[in-house]
């Protein structure tokens, strides 16, 4: 397909194709592997996304940074530990649908539907598309289709890896009064009261659909994330020990992210019917403090 002037498609490194976005509203760019947002820089704004700086660029290989997609389930699979976590879309190889761009950014749609390696994985048939807006915010939506004859369930997420200054200066806002489940500890739902800190290894999956605020005051800016089709919120930072153990992420860098998952988890359980669609939505503006 033809490409707007603002994108071009490279392959960085060889073999590995990548969608570069420079347009005056924004900068960004998007790997076709998992179609995966690696970089958002609105005009006049730092990057906002995370990217490891050992990142593996492969094909078949998951991102560590960006905003890599968790489907058709979240976390390790629920009946078979030897199917990969976070499901299998994010090692695919989508294609480009649509790329266009206005005055204000660029949009693009990458898609990816059944094939018989999938259906190894995961029996059913699906239509996905991402939706990406890339300008003053950045909008991403995942749009799941059952294609199929008979219903299907699903889990997910937009995993999405913030850039802060430190992660321990930092706090969350918008999920006071909302009770969470700690991953690492116990399934117990427990309550937050007030603003979240990160000061140890936080991997927390929230009942809530509200709005998050993270409000960095090193460097000087708040990250507003909206979402939509979600009931459930992830704030993760694997904070020390866990990063050692995690190849593709320098030791050190863990004060430098934190994720805000738009998810569908826990008990938001999404059944879609034949014919059906499920929208999965986060969107993320930078304000200057």
Request: charged residues 20%.
């Amino acid at each position: 397909m033809t490409l707007p002037p603002s994108v071009t498609l490279i392959e960085e490194p060889a073999g590995y194709p990548i969608l570069v976005i420079e347009h005056s509203a924004v900068t960004g760019r998007i790997a076709l592997n998992g179609a995966h947002v690696t970089d958002w820089i609105p005009d006049g704004h730092d990057p906002v996304l995370y990217m490891s700086a050992e990142a593996v660029l492969e094909p078949g290989k998951p991102i560590r940074g960006g905003i890599p997609i968790c489907w058709p389930w979240f976390g390790p699979h629920p009946t078979d530990s030897s199917k990969p976590a976070h499901g299998f879309v994010r090692t695919q190889m989508w294609e480009v649908d649509v790329a266009r761009e206005t005055t204000a950014g660029v949009d693009i749609v990458l898609k990816l539907s059944d094939s018989s390696e999938s259906k190894a994985l995961w029996p059913h048939s699906f239509a996905l598309r991402l939706h990406v807006h890339l300008g003053a915010s950045l909008q991403v939506t995942l749009q799941a289709t059952n294609t199929g004859s008979s219903p299907w369930s699903m889990t997910g997420a937009l995993h999405t890896y913030l850039n802060v200054e430190d992660v321990t200066k930092i706090a969350v806002h918008g999920l006071h009064g909302t009770h969470y489940v700690e991953g690492r500890l116990s399934p117990e739902k427990r309550p937050q009261q007030g603003t979240v800190v990160i000061d140890q290894e936080v991997d927390r999956m929230y009942i809530s659909d509200a709005t998050v605020i993270v409000h960095d005051p090193v460097w000087g800016r708040e990250l507003v994330l909206e979402k939509a089709g979600s009931l459930a919120t992830v704030v993760w930072n694997p904070w020390i020990e866990k990063s050692k153990r995690l190849s593709d992420l320098p030791d050190e860098a863990y004060p430098m992210f934190l994720c805000i998952e738009a998810a569908n988890a826990g008990e938001d359980v999404v059944t879609i019917e034949p014919g059906q669609e499920h929208l999965l939505m986060q969107r993320i503006e930078v304000r200057k403090l």
